[in-house]
C-alpha cells in the first residue's frame, strides 16, 4: 500500500471516529445503535442484585487443606488453541498442591461453553471451573443461577471492569491480541501500525487467524474496519494472508520463519525475543481483555475450584503475567506498561460489549467471509465431544 493511501484514508475516516466515537460504521453491518444496546444489556447484566458476598479470608494452604479433605480433585475447562497451553498451569499448581488432581481441558471457548449447557441440561456436568473467552456466557450464566458467587482473596483489588460485583466471575489474568513480526524477516521495514500490513511488500508473506472463526480475532480486525475503513480490508485480503484455525497460528508461522508477518494472534509486550516482535502500537488499535473465570454452583469439587481462583489471583501469579500485566490494580505493570485499562488503544471496554450483541457479530463474521472466504480446517485442540474430562 502507498503511504498516500494511508494518509488519505486516515484524513478521510478521522472524522468519522472522531464523530462516532466507538459505534461501528454502518457498512460493517452493525447497527448504529449496536454499542449503546450492548452496554446497556452488559450494565443491566452485571448489576449487583444478589447475597453480599464477603472475600475469601482463608490462606492458600487452608483451602488446600479443605479441597483435599473435599475429594482432592478438580477440572478446568479452559479456553485456548492446544492442550499445550495448559502445559504451565498444569505443571505450577501442580507443585504448589501436590495432593490435588488437577485435570485441565484445552478447547475453543465456543465449543466449551455450549458444552457446559448440554452438560447442565442433561445433568452430567464435568468441569468445576471454567476459564473462557466468551464473556457473554458468564453475564448469561450468571441471570441463571448457573455461578456460584465467590469473591477470592483480592477480588477488591481487581480492576472494576475484571470482576462481576456480586462475585459471579473474576477476570484472572489480561490477554491481548495485535500483530507481530519476524525480527529478522522484516529488518528494517518492520510493520509499526496496522496500516503497514497492506503494504506490497508482505503479499504472500502473513499468516493470520480467521477472524470469523474466533471472536477475539473477529473485534481486533473490526477495530482495524472501524479506524482504516473496508478498504484496508480489501487491501489486506490482496495479500493473499495464509489463514489458519486457532490464533496461535499466526506466532507458530513467524517464529518457524514461515511467514514474515502474523496477524490475530496473542503476545508480550515485554518479551526479550531475538526472533519475534509483538507489537502494541501507539495511537493505533488492538484489543485486550480480562478472561473470566467462574466457579460452577453445581461443581462436584467447589473448593477445590475456590482454591484454583484464589491461587490465580494471587500477586505471586499476577506478578509473574508472561505479557506484564495484571488483572489487579495493586501490582505493578512491567517496566515500559501502564496498566493496560489506562491504554485507550487496548479498547478492554469495547471486548465485553461487542461480545454481548451475538446478533451483530454473526453478520460481521458472514461480511469477512465475503473478504476471507470461509473457514477451513479441524479446530486446532481436535474434536473433544460431549463430556472431556470425565
Do not use: C
Not at 11 to 18: E, F, S
Not at 87 to 99: H, L, T
Not at 136 to 165: M, N
Request: no cysteine; aromatic share 10%; charged share 20%.
Amino acid at each position: 500500500m502507498s503511504r498516500d493511501f494511508s494518509r488519505r484514508r486516515l484524513l478521510a475516516t478521522g472524522a468519522g471516529v472522531a464523530l462516532g466515537g466507538a459505534a461501528a460504521v454502518s457498512a460493517s453491518g452493525v447497527p448504529a445503535n449496536a454499542n449503546a444496546l450492548s452496554a446497556s444489556n452488559s450494565f443491566a447484566s452485571t448489576l449487583s442484585s444478589g447475597p453480599r458476598v464477603r472475600e475469601e479470608t482463608r490462606s492458600l494452604e487452608e483451602l488446600y487443606a479443605a479441597a483435599v479433605a473435599e475429594g482432592g480433585k478438580l477440572v478446568l475447562y479452559q479456553g485456548g488453541d492446544v492442550d499445550s497451553q495448559a502445559a504451565g498451569v498444569r505443571a505450577a499448581f501442580g507443585e504448589r498442591f501436590p495432593d490435588i488432581d488437577l485435570t485441565v481441558v484445552v478447547d475453543y471457548s465456543k465449543y466449551h461453553d455450549v458444552r457446559v449447557d448440554n452438560q447442565l441440561a442433561t445433568g452430567t456436568l464435568v468441569p468445576d471451573v471454567v476459564q473462557l473467552q466468551t464473556l457473554q456466557d458468564f453475564t448469561r450464566w450468571k441471570r441463571e443461577g448457573r455461578l456460584l458467587p465467590y469473591k477470592p482473596a483480592g477480588f477488591s483489588k481487581v480492576h472494576e471492569g475484571f470482576k462481576d460485583p456480586d462475585g459471579a466471575w473474576t477476570a484472572l489474568m489480561v490477554i491481548g491480541f495485535s500483530f507481530m513480526y519476524g525480527i529478522e524477516a522484516a529488518g528494517a521495514h518492520a510493520p509499526r501500525t496496522p496500516l503497514d500490513l497492506v503494504d506490497p511488500r508482505w503479499k504472500g508473506q502473513i499468516a493470520s487467524s480467521y477472524p470469523h472463526d474466533d471472536d477475539a480475532v473477529l473485534y481486533l480486525f473490526s477495530l482495524y474496519q472501524r479506524t482504516y475503513g473496508w478498504d484496508w480490508v480489501a487491501e489486506f485480503a490482496a495479500q493473499q494472508p495464509q489463514f489458519a484455525r486457532g490464533s496461535h497460528t499466526p506466532g507458530l508461522a513467524v517464529n518457524g520463519k514461515q511467514k514474515a508477518i502474523g496477524v490475530g494472534g496473542s503476545g508480550s509486550a515485554v518479551s526479550t525475543s531475538t526472533v519475534t516482535k509483538w507489537v502494541v502500537p501507539e495511537g493505533h488499535p488492538f484489543m485486550a481483555w480480562g478472561q473470566r473465570a467462574a466457579v460452577l454452583k453445581q461443581a462436584a469439587n467447589p473448593t477445590a475450584g475456590k482454591l484454583y481462583l484464589n491461587w490465580a489471583l494471587s500477586e505471586e501469579r499476577q506478578k509473574a503475567a508472561f505479557n506484564g500485566w495484571s488483572v489487579r490494580t495493586d501490582v505493578t505493570p512491567s517496566p515500559g506498561l501502564k496498566p493496560v485499562w489506562e491504554n485507550p488503544d487496548a479498547h478492554v471496554d469495547g471486548f465485553p460489549k461487542f461480545m454481548e450483541d451475538r446478533a451483530a457479530i454473526e453478520r460481521l463474521k458472514q461480511t469477512f467471509a465475503l473478504y476471507f472466504g470461509e473457514v477451513k480446517g479441524d479446530p486446532t485442540p481436535g474434536w473433544l465431544g460431549l463430556h472431556p474430562g470425565r
